[in-house]
């Protein structure tokens, strides 16, 4: 069974800095794209940043310059390191990422994890 779990949500001001991290765990062969979602109130969820496993970045367009996406293979984690923090970058944040696994044939799996509440406000 794989799981994607975030930890390093929380509470921080505008202008502030906070880090996200993402491990996944688990039966894992490997790990192609990963991503980071977020959803804020009464909202649909967003893409935040991706990167492939060829290291590969992508940004929305409303952090571009404020946030970075990063990942260890060797711990099967994705992190986002999140800068000059806004009220509008309230919401639950969700990792996402295509991982190979399964016998005796894997397969990919689109797992998520639980998200992780992050609250900018003074």
């Known amino acids: 069974q794989v799981q994607l779990v975030e930890s390093g949500g929380g509470l921080e001001r505008p202008g502030g800095s906070l880090r996200l991290s993402c491990a996944a765990s688990?039966?894992?062969?490997?790990?192609?794209?990963m991503a980071w979602y977020r959803q804020a109130p009464g909202k649909q969820r967003e893409l935040v940043a991706t990167?492939?496993?060829?290291?590969?970045?992508n940004y929305a367009d409303s952090v571009k310059g404020r946030f970075t996406i990063s990942r260890d293979n060797a711990k099967n984690t994705v992190y986002l390191q999140m800068n000059r923090l806004k009220p509008e970058d309230t919401a639950v944040y969700f990792c996402?990422?295509?991982?190979?696994?399964?016998?005796?044939?894997?397969?990919?799996?689109?797992?998520w994890g639980q998200g992780t509440l992050v609250t900018v406000s003074s």
């Open positions: 688990g039966m894992i062969f490997s790990i192609n794209d």
């Open positions: 996402n990422a295509e991982i190979l696994t399964g016998q005796p044939t894997p397969w990919t799996l689109d797992a």
């Open positions: 990167i492939t496993g060829g290291g590969s970045l």
